[in-house]
């Protein structure tokens, strides 16, 4: 069998972010870091984890096969040595380094990676993260509760572990580095039981010293971690439960260098208009897009020259102005850090006059009324009253349905509910890095069942069977890349969305702890990479 | 009296059972589904119906309330859906925080509330009067929120006096409590207040003063015990009015209770959370309630318990 090396995905992804982040490797280790959060800790089960905040903590303390180059897209080998891809894309083969260790000083082998991703799968397990898996040979006997383990994982020695997908798969480098494909150490998971998500025990560049619940977390360096020089810091102290605004508090009183939860909305504006805090605030993109779905299933959405004039009728500047300038104006699903993002592409241009044209030739010449549910957390309903505004300036009369987030999310779900929604607060940050994963739940034909995530019920069959032929793509980035280009410039001709702009994330951090800006908006650490930022007074 | 209580205990366990089964059938018909939330965006229905399968979601509401009911019976409260620990464990590891936090909330109400209703009610109609009852009302009425936050900027940030949120020592405490008992000053020292006028009204004052006695004596021996009654009573009803305030307060100062606990489970439908907070703060209501009516005889021998 003739493979070919991998660096396929890692070049393309390397493009579409630009430059190289100048992460200083060789900064001095040392010194220490406090971040606060509102919230406590859920858990730090890599394999149960999914929110923002222990997203980035799990993988600090966790390591999987393959990782991202600090502060980039990038994707690199982690706890692999070398990643092989068969020519028909269906076998992967990875050979652990030798030497990593767990945070209980036991080697790691290949049994423990197929133990981990045996664990994610099992339904007892019940992961949040378990879908992704879905193409490894044997997932969906083992997922439902038949059969002995995951068929397609097998251990060909202590060092090797081959994996034989079901399909091929272009993405399943990036579904490794994903916090569920983490590494765990069988012993420990089952010591600790339900608790393990308590007592983590990964091979991360951090290990778990200290939590009390509701107060504190203490994070410690892993003296045997697998990179040298890694990670900065000694150690990290997460200080739980102070509301944003308090947390700015301590920042200014040198108490605290980072604020987790991002500068509170309120204070926005006296912050970044401070001179004092210039140097300290980080502005960085976010693989997030805010949209509005027509539910295409429902009439007068299943005209698409009326979806194509609703997005003709949105201000997205004024929308974007409105949140004090958080985000920058979107014309195509796609934010502008995702590979696969057409900066060619004009999408639909801003003009009432011609949206409303278009509505009378559609047979509309009065306009129509809808409704347009919401989440009811600011400032989605205000975005969504300015979005009434411009309709009412077509003749669209929309209804506000504002509401709590799990209920848009049902009604959404449903094939007849929600004429509109505003995704705000709800969708759509990516899992991963790769244009494939704003199309499946979001615009593909298998998103739109009962209890979905494609809230336009929108299926093009053709489209469909072009994604799946650009995600069997393995190993031919470029390509792989224009093609997902070209399938969202032709789902914007079909208009299942107005997508509306791209949230921008803005932090802030004390003079204590340096590194380069990247780190601090990390596009896949959120909030920040906490393994590569150094303390100023250890240099 | 025994009886008394033991009909009051029996009273007390059936209104506890009668929140569990309103709190549970709330639970039940709230849309968001807990599996859905649990599996997350990525899973197939497939998936979610096993989830719901092992958290026995879908069996009807009776089985799953009785379920709750027979766990419950045996002090098992289940697991956080999310957290996957005990819930018991969760709420006893932040139980203390805020025990400590409303008792010292209550000295503080108190300590507070009488001192000015009671220099009110001497000064009344004075200037001194006219702005200690400015300042109750602002107190009342000032949402807690802004006055944590206030307090922090004064205390903590400008004069460094205190911590800014946190646990631990009796530093740690102070604004908190004070941001806690504030509500309650207000209230208490204007039922302070009118309470001292009245007696203060009655015949035996005006005894007390003909016999000769000084204005410390009739204050501090007849018009305070005799003021102060309806005030104990209150004590125990505003319980569950901590409850409430907690969880802002708490949210404020990084207090380590259970209104945090609260707070975070609501956000994701966490029902075994919600459904363990609920009994747990409505059994100290119920029994604040309970303390407050048994208490009252021994204060006032003119009521009875019957």
């Given at each position: 069998m003739k493979t070919i090396l991998l660096s396929g995905i890692a070049g393309f992804a390397l493009a579409a972010s630009g430059a190289l982040a100048q992460?200083?490797?060789?900064a001095p280790q040392g010194g220490e870091m406090a971040v606060t959060y509102q919230d406590d800790v859920a858990t730090l089960d890599p394999a149960i984890g999914y929110d923002w905040q222990n997203w980035s903590m799990i993988k600090s303390l966790f390591d999987g096969l393959m990782g991202y180059e600090p502060g980039t897209t990038t994707l690199r080998n982690e706890l692999a040595e070398s990643y092989d891809v068969s020519e028909d894309g269906l076998t992967h083969t990875f050979v652990l380094k030798d030497g990593i260790k767990f945070h209980n000083g036991r080697e790691i082998t290949a049994e423990d990676v197929k133990y981990s991703l045996e664990r994610v799968t099992n339904p007892e397990t019940r992961s949040p993260g378990a879908g992704f898996f879905g193409m490894i040979e044997g997932f969906d006997s083992w997922n439902t509760g038949e059969g002995e383990g995951l068929s397609g994982v097998s251990v060909i020695d202590d060092k090797t572990v081959e994996i034989t997908l079901s399909r091929p798969d272009a993405t399943f480098g990036h579904v490794m580095a994903l916090n569920f494909a983490s590494i765990v150490p069988q012993e420990a998971v089952e010591e600790a039981g339900e608790d393990f998500g308590r007592q983590p025990v990964g091979s991360g560049a951090f290990r778990l010293a200290e939590w009390t619940p509701g107060q504190q977390l203490v994070f410690e360096r892993f003296e045997e971690y697998h990179r040298a020089g890694v990670p900065k810091l000694d150690s990290v102290t997460f200080n739980i439960g102070l509301d944003p605004t308090v947390a700015l508090l301590r920042i200014q009183n040198g108490d605290a260098d980072i604020p987790g939860d991002g500068i509170p909305p309120a204070q926005f504006l006296q912050v970044t208009g401070d001179a004092a805090y210039d140097d300290q605030i980080v502005e960085g993109g976010q693989l997030q897009t805010g949209y509005i779905t027509m539910n295409t299933q429902m009439a007068p959405f299943d005209d698409v020259e009326v979806r194509r004039a609703m997005n003709m009728a949105i201000n997205k500047d004024r929308i974007v102005q409105m949140i004090n300038n958080r985000a920058v104006p979107a014309n195509q699903p796609l934010p502008p850090t995702m590979p696969g993002y057409d900066a060619d592409y004009e999408g639909y241009a801003y003009d009432p006059e011609a949206a409303r044209q278009m509505l009378a030739d559609a047979g509309f010449p009065d306009g129509f009324e809808t409704e347009l549910y919401v989440m009811n957390v600011d400032p989605n309903p205000r975005i969504a009253q300015a979005i009434q505004q411009d309709l009412s300036e077509i003749g669209v009369t929309a209804q506000i349905r504002s509401l709590a987030q799990a209920n848009v999310i049902a009604a959404g779900g449903e094939?007849?509910?929600?004429?509109?929604?505003?995704?705000?607060?709800m969708a759509w940050i990516a899992d991963f890095p790769d244009p494939s994963n704003f199309y499946g739940p979001i615009l593909g034909c298998a998103g739109a069942t009962p209890g979905g995530w494609n809230w336009s019920w929108y299926c093009n069959e053709d489209i469909d069977a072009r994604a799946t032929e650009a995600d069997a793509m393995v190993g031919e980035a470029a390509a792989r890349e224009d093609a997902w280009r070209q399938i969202y410039v032709d789902i914007m001709a079909d208009a299942?969305?107005?997508?509306v702009f791209n949230e921008q994330r803005f932090t802030l951090h004390s003079d204590n702890v340096a590194g380069d800006d990247s780190l601090f908006v990390d596009p896949v650490h959120i909030p920040v990479n906490y393994d590569y930022i150094y303390a100023t007074e250890a240099q | 009296m025994w009886g008394y209580l033991l009909r009051r205990l029996f009273e007390s366990a059936l209104i506890l059972l009668g929140i569990t089964f309103v709190t549970f059938v709330l639970l039940y018909l709230v849309p968001a589904d807990p599996a859905r939330q649990i599996a997350g965006r990525s899973a197939t229905a497939a998936t979610v119906d096993n989830i719901r399968n092992q958290l026995g979601l879908n069996d009807p509401l009776v089985v799953q309330y009785w379920r709750y009911l027979t766990g419950l019976a045996q002090g098992d409260m289940g697991r956080s859906y999310?957290?996957?620990?005990?819930v018991s464990s969760l709420i006893a590891s932040r139980l203390p925080a805020s025990l400590l936090l409303m008792v010292s909330a209550i000295v503080t109400e108190l300590i507070m509330g009488l001192t000015i209703g009671v220099v009110a009610a001497l000064r009344r109609n004075r200037p001194v009067d006219h702005s200690l009852m400015i300042f109750s009302f602002v107190a009342i009425s000032a949402p807690q929120f802004v006055i944590g936050i206030l307090l922090l900027y004064v205390f903590a940030v400008q004069l460094g006096w205190f911590p800014i949120g946190g646990y631990g020592t009796f530093a740690h405490l102070v604004l908190p409590s004070i941001t806690l008992g504030l509500l309650g000053a207000g209230w208490y020292s204007r039922m302070m207040r009118s309470s001292m006028i009245e007696v203060l009204n009655q015949d035996l004052v005006r005894t007390a003063r003909a016999k000769g006695l000084s204005k410390l004596r009739i204050v501090a021996g007849h018009v305070m015990p005799n003021a102060i009654l309806p005030i104990i009573a209150m004590i125990g009803i505003d319980i569950g009015l901590f409850m409430s305030g907690i969880v802002v307060v708490e949210s404020v100062f990084g207090w380590p209770g259970i209104g945090q606990l609260a707070w975070q489970a609501i956000q994701r439908i966490d029902i075994p959370v919600i459904m363990g907070v609920t009994m747990v703060s409505a059994t100290a209501i119920v029994l604040g309630n309970l303390i407050a009516d048994l208490v009252a005889p021994l204060i006032d021998p003119r009521i009875k318990t019957k």
């Open positions: 992460v200083d490797e060789d094939a007849d509910q929600a004429p509109m929604i505003w995704s705000g607060g299942p969305w107005v997508p | 999310l957290q996957r620990a005990e």
